[in-house]
């Protein structure tokens, strides 16, 4: 059983920087690749950020290029999203993710196989 849990979260003011972690247990080997999501309030989930688990390949939403960094240890079955000059608008709950399969052509859309239970991101302005 594939588990992921996310940790990093809390509350920063705008400009600040936090790092958030997601760690996987189970078979994590066998990803194709991982991503975050976030979901504000009254929003829709969407993408983040995502990297190729055997690749140096990584992809961000436009509203994150340039401020976000995402980086995998596969040796820690781990993933990081580095989060810089936040925004009042990056509050949200951030969930990784994991995909088996390159589902419909792309390694880094939805569908994933497995989630975390997500962290909260506050950021004041």
């Known amino acids: 059983q594939v588990q992921l849990v996310e940790s990093g979260g809390g509350l920063v003011q705008a400009g600040g920087s936090l790092r958030l972690t997601c760690a996987a247990s189970?078979?994590?080997?066998?990803?194709?690749?991982m991503g975050w999501f976030r979901q504000a309030p009254g929003k829709e989930r969407e993408f983040v950020a995502a990297i190729s688990w055997s690749s140096p390949s990584t992809a961000y939403a436009d509203s994150v290029k340039g401020r976000f960094t995402i980086s995998r240890d596969n040796a820690k079955n781990t993933v990081y999203l580095q989060m810089n000059s936040l925004k009042p608008e990056d509050t949200a709950i951030y969930c990784c993710?994991?995909?088996?399969?390159?589902?419909?052509?792309?390694?880094?859309?939805?569908?994933?196989?497995?989630w975390g239970q997500g962290t909260q991101i506050t950021v004041s302005s």
């Open positions: 993710a994991a995909k088996k399969e390159m589902y419909g052509g792309s390694w880094y859309r939805l569908p994933y196989d497995y």
């Open positions: 189970g078979r994590p080997s066998g990803f194709r690749s």
